[in-house]
């Protein structure tokens, strides 16, 4: 017999609070249809002023003087000697391994300032100019004293 009281009770308490929720819901949407919805205008992208992200940039960049500089020739610019031995990026904290010392962003190696660690290489401002230091591809041989079992 409680048990029906319980459950007679509980039906009532949520048939008012539907019912109250469905009268405020009604309510609210008559209100929302007589408000007008903002359009913006589209805005035009144009990307002619960034550089083409799949044009690699190379270790020899070419330097074009300014408008007011009365040459107009093309000088190159090139990095001092430098070997790319090794990159960690992705992480919170890249580094390189440049010319056997341990470099991260923000290091000096040989007058140029490492900028960025990508896998790409690492990026250098070196004077006015940046320059992409890529790593260089050592071809693995196809025979090796390991692979013959180290028969000579």
């Not at 007011?68 to 580094?95: E, H, I, N, R």
């Not at 923000?106 to 230091?133: H, M, P």
């Amino acid at each position: 017999m409680q048990k029906n009281r319980i459950i007679s009770r509980v039906l009532i308490i949520s048939s008012v609070t539907f019912s109250f929720c469905l009268i405020y819901l009604l309510s609210h949407a008559a209100d929302s249809d007589n408000e007008e919805i903002a359009v913006r205008e589209p805005v035009p992208y144009t990307a002619a002023t960034f550089r083409d992200p799949f044009v690699p940039v190379s270790a020899a960049m070419e330097v074009k003087p300014q408008a007011g500089a009365a040459k107009t020739t093309t000088t190159v610019v090139s990095l001092p000697d430098m070997v790319l031995q090794g990159m960690v990026w992705g992480g919170s904290f890249p580094q390189a391994i440049i010319n056997g010392r341990v470099v991260k962003i923000g290091d000096q190696v040989s007058g140029a300032e490492v900028l960025d660690i990508t896998k790409e290489g690492v990026l250098f401002l070196y004077g006015n100019n940046r320059c992409l230091l890529t790593p260089q591809v050592v071809p693995i041989s196809s025979k090796s004293s390991k692979a013959e079992g180290g028969k000579k």
